[in-house]
């Protein structure tokens, strides 16, 4: 399979997912414009008619911006859960209302590897993450916008061979940011907002030590966050836990927009 994070911030955000070659494969969000969404297809060497179907964790803005245009131009099924498609409906996200499924109805798309969704702790209608899983058993698990990782996480990404997980922020940088009220900081911080550098390493800590060899960081604030201390705190945890990169894990950050590179797995 091969990963591509297409987009990745708290402004925008959608991924490829898929087999390569004429596999076909999946879009996870669909937060950026049609045309830059394009744009970063063709950076990776993916053909926008290679995605079979739209997954979408949660109905946030920096997730479902390109939604609307997205299903206007490709005529495929979209997987939500019914709190996201209740508020995809209600606000004209879905060109084709009869594209929209049911997460029930994960087993029938039509892909030729394995979706589950997973729910998430975020402050959205019902917002979920996604386990992909290859004929030849290799798992990815993704999700970001999650304020903790809570037992139905821990599920989801069990068994995984590769994690896609957030990296939202820096506690430091969002204390000390003047330019955010403190109820959005509450907000950011909370079990319902999003997870800090130092949640994520802890945790891909545990799933490094249960298996787990490969992690790509992903939606991280451009305000509050960086590349550099996003990794360096991931890569302090696991060495803290005798780890080393490189040898016992891989880590990559997804960038703000793609610059072609994918992760093959
Ligand atoms: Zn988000
Ligand atoms: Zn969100």
Do not use: W
């Amino acid at each position: 399979m091969r990963i591509a994070p297409l987009c990745s911030s708290s402004s925008a955000n959608s991924s490829y997912i898929g087999m390569g070659g004429a596999g076909g494969g999946v879009l996870v969000d669909a937060g950026c414009g049609y045309k830059t969404l394009l744009d970063c297809l063709s950076l990776c060497r993916t053909d926008v008619s290679a995605i079979r179907a739209v997954l979408v964790t949660h109905e946030h803005t920096d997730h479902v911006k390109g939604l609307k245009q997205f299903t206007k131009h490709n005529d495929v099924p979209v997987y939500a859960s019914r709190g996201t498609a209740g508020f995809l409906l209600t606000n004209g996200y879905i060109y084709n209302e009869k594209n929209l499924r049911d997460l029930s109805e994960l087993p029938n798309a039509p892909v030729d590897f394995e979706i589950k969704a997973f729910k998430t702790p975020h402050d959205s209608a019902e917002s979920v993450g996604f386990s992909l899983v290859a004929p030849n058993g290799y798992k990815i698990a993704y999700f970001t916008d999650l304020g903790e990782i809570t037992d139905s996480v821990r599920e989801g990404a069990a068994g995984a061979d590769f994690v896609f997980i957030e990296a939202n922020y820096d506690a430091d940088m969002l204390r000390r940011n003047d330019a955010y009220p403190p109820y959005v900081v509450e907000r950011i911080s909370s079990r319902l907002g999003h997870l800090s550098n130092a949640d994520s390493a802890e945790y891909v800590s545990r799933l490094a030590q249960s298996g787990t060899t490969r992690f790509m960081l992903a939606h991280l604030s451009r305000e509050n966050n960086s590349p550099r201390l996003a990794y360096a705190s991931v890569v302090g945890k696991l060495s803290d836990c005798g780890m080393r990169l490189n040898r016992d894990y891989t880590l990559d950050v997804a960038g703000v927009r793609t610059a072609g590179e994918y992760a093959a797995v």
